[in-house]
């Protein structure tokens, strides 16, 4: 139903020739910001020293500008589409504050700067990206529309529970809407990450590693240390678990009572951190006799599918819905999986290639060939035109092409006296 497109959001300056150093654009995420190169997500991490990004950043700060315009990017080069609809949203501690800041550096034409040298033999290069509509919604709402009307179809009240990284939030859902009073809004997976920071810190040297840093050995469950591997897995539980009873549990515990329990009996837990068992163990020993925890399916994906899901409703036109959800830790992009559209050929070279399909060979469609047009004939020598074979994005036309209607007759004249040999010249070099 979705393709979901995530990278961790973190960035750096980073202006070396970087070329070939990632197998796609996913991991190759370079890209330019008022004259200053930076790399993004995967590549910040692998190429970068300190990878870093402020805890709920607002639009207005170039590492937002960085994430948001990385997601476009994405976005367009899987739809092959130049004009979308995007929804994203704010924990309901920032929302309403950034929700009119946010439409605001969304909602308009987008010129993006990359280099498509990191990932293929590509170049610098300008994609514009027009976003038509704009659409901020509290990131709980993304969580509660993605269950509901994506592909876990739940239905009834329900409890909601979403782990990021730098907010946890929960709240009641019914049939009607949410019930305000249950809300919560306390720190994310953070508070875990740097218990953790604290603990192996005091036995090893950890080379001024940052909290993006660090969170990604929390993610894996170990780490390197004085050229040794660590195993965190038993310092993550102990972590995880103190984060649970310090922070999470005192507050589901003023918020929900009794009678609330007598409406529902789900909770779900999405988010990043429901991927943690140790952290849903907890959820599962204090709940075990009045709720059912469930799961779902790429629970770290549920607000940003949320999103998506807004995004269609908006417009009715799947082919440009988008949902952004630009966390704390990682940026998710979805789109709908049967929206996708193959990308064109840049140059319309070798129409008659042939493509492996289920270990057979298929031959791909020949491009129509295209009435032949004259070309003006230039002052002096026309500069060079470089053209990326590998990028999956449109080319802007480099030169000036008369119409057919306008040129037929005569070029019918030309063709049809002029040797096929010199035909050919012209067609390569520009000139008679």
Not at 8 to 31: F, M, Y
Not at 246 to 252: E, F, G, N, T
Not at 279 to 308: H, N, W
Not at 374 to 390: G, M, N, Q, R, T
Request: charged share 20%; glycine share 6%; aromatic share 8%.
């Amino acid at each position: 139903m979705f393709k979901v497109l995530q990278f961790p959001s973190v960035i750096e300056g980073n202006n070396a020739e970087l070329r070939q150093v990632a197998p796609d654009l996913l991991h190759g995420l370079k890209l330019f910001e008022k004259r200053r190169a930076y790399v993004v997500g995967d590549l910040a991490l692998s190429e970068g020293v300190a990878p870093h990004k402020n805890i709920n950043s607002a639009p207005s700060e170039t590492e937002y500008a960085l994430l948001l315009k990385s997601g476009l990017l994405l976005a367009n080069q899987h739809l092959n589409k130049a004009r979308l609809t995007i929804s994203s949203g704010f924990p309901s501690s920032t929302y309403p504050i950034y929700r009119e800041q946010a439409v605001s550096a969304i909602q308009r034409e987008h010129i993006i700067e990359f280099d498509a040298a990191t990932y293929s033999t590509g170049l610098r290069r300008n994609i514009p990206i027009q976003v038509e509509q704009a659409q901020i919604i509290p990131e709980i709402q993304g969580c509660i529309l993605g269950l509901r009307k994506g592909e876990q179809a739940a239905s009834g009240s329900f409890f909601v529970v979403s782990l990021g990284f730098g907010t946890c939030e929960a709240i009641l859902s019914t049939e009607a809407g949410t019930v305000q009073r249950t809300a919560v809004s306390v720190n994310g997976l953070r508070y875990a990450v740097n218990l953790l920071m604290q603990e192996v810190g005091r036995q090893y040297y950890l080379e001024l590693k940052n909290e993006h840093q660090i969170d990604v050995a929390f993610q894996k469950g170990f780490l390197f240390a004085s050229r040794k591997r660590v195993d965190l897995k038993e310092a993550r539980a102990r972590a995880l678990t103190q984060y649970y009873q310090d922070v999470i549990s005192p507050a589901l515990r003023r918020a929900f009572l009794d009678t609330d329990f007598q409406r529902a009996n789900k909770l779900y837990l999405v988010g990043g951190g429901a991927m943690y068992e140790d952290l849903a163990e907890q959820f599962r020993t204090e709940f075990k006799d009045v709720l059912d925890l469930v799961i779902p399916d790429e629970p770290a994906a549920m607000a940003s599918k949320g999103y998506c899901i807004h995004s269609f409703e908006t417009t009715g036109d799947k082919s440009m819905a988008v949902g952004l959800d630009i966390g704390n830790a990682t940026t998710i992009v979805t789109l709908y999986a049967d929206s996708q559209e193959a990308a064109p050929k840049v140059n319309g070279a070798a129409t008659a290639r042939q493509e492996k399909t289920n270990g057979q060979a298929s031959p791909v469609a020949e491009v129509p060939k295209q009435a032949p047009a004259e070309v003006e004939k230039p002052a002096a020598k026309p500069a060079a035109i470089l053209i990326d074979d590998e990028s999956p994005f449109p080319e802007p036309v480099a030169t000036t092409v008369k119409t057919v209607s306008e040129t037929a007759p005569k070029v019918a004249k030309t063709v049809e006296k002029a040797p096929t040999k010199r035909i050919h010249k012209f067609l390569i070099s520009g000139t008679w």
